[in-house]
T-cell receptor, first 116, second 116 residues
Framework: AQSVSQHNHHVILSEAASLELGCNYS??????LFWYVQYPGQHLQLLLK??????LVKGIKGFEAEFIKSKFSFNLRKPSVQWSDTAEYFC??????????????FGKGTKLSVKP | DAMVIQNPRYQVTQFGKPVTLSCSQT?????MYWYQQKSSQAPKLLFH???????NEADTPDNFQSRRPNTSFCFLDIRSPGLGDAAMYLC???????????????FGPGTRLTVL
């Protein structure tokens, strides 16, 4: 079965620290990859997505992610976090094959707390 | 402007008492999804509608039903809620099935269901 693993349940950083959140998936075929963010009390919002092309994807708010096919990974990075980045981050995968209904498979999420 | 609206945000019901959760959208999207998210777990797709066509996930319990009377509204009915059904229920929409580059899913804020 397809699965998505996020290695860290809760990450605590100080402002200006660099961030890297891990995401690995188990599906062996071609995949589309996503990072969603959920700020406290708000809905899930798309941060960035990878479909094809350059494996380094730039998203909103200074986030980026790198798709490394050989490692089945799609780690999220930000060089310098801010207090406003405090949120829960979800990695999600969908298989990209003919007839796919594009169902999202989510990881369990990583809570990021940024100390001012 | 709210795009995917869920009501109520918090719902309390009694064991075995039917409950209905509501989702509406202002995006005029063809597809509406319902996800269940239990504490510290990944969101899990229950079912989706493409227009009036209903698609149930294979492992969604029969206790969960859905209705989509028109493009804008979709309801989640839990016929006999058990304690294990306490969760956050997320509604999402996309313009088409499959996740092509311009067809991301837009999420509502969720309804937190408590079963007493």
């Amino acid at each position: 079965a397809q699965s998505v693993s996020q290695h860290n349940h809760h990450v605590i950083l100080s402002e200006a620290a660099s961030l890297e959140l891990g995401c690995n998936y188990s599906y062996g075929g071609t995949v589309n990859l996503f990072w969603y963010v959920q700020y406290p009390g708000q809905h899930l919002q798309l941060l960035l997505k990878y479909f094809s092309g350059d494996p380094l994807v730039k998203g909103i708010k200074g986030f980026e992610a790198e798709f490394i096919k050989s490692k089945f990974s799609f780690n999220l990075r930000k060089p310098s976090v801010q207090w406003s980045d405090t949120a829960e981050y979800f990695c999600a995968v969908t298989p990209n094959y003919g007839g796919s209904q594009g169902n999202l498979i989510f990881g369990k999420g990583t809570k990021l707390s940024v100390k001012p | 402007d709210a795009m995917v609206i869920q009501n109520p945000r918090y719902q309390v019901t009694q064991f075995g008492k039917p409950v209905t959760l509501s989702c509406s959208q202002t995006l005029n999207h063809n597809v509406m999804y319902w996800y269940q998210q239990k504490s510290s777990q990944a969101p899990k797709l229950l079912f989706h509608y493409y227009d009036k066509d209903f698609n149930n996930e294979a492992d969604t319990p029969d206790n969960f039903q859905s209705r989509r009377p028109n493009t804008s509204f979709c309801f989640l009915d839990i016929r006999s809620p058990g304690l294990g059904d306490a969760a956050m229920y997320l509604c999402a929409t996309s313009s088409q099935l499959g996740l092509r580059y311009d067809n991301e899913q837009f999420f509502g804020p969720g309804t937190r269901l408590t079963v007493l």
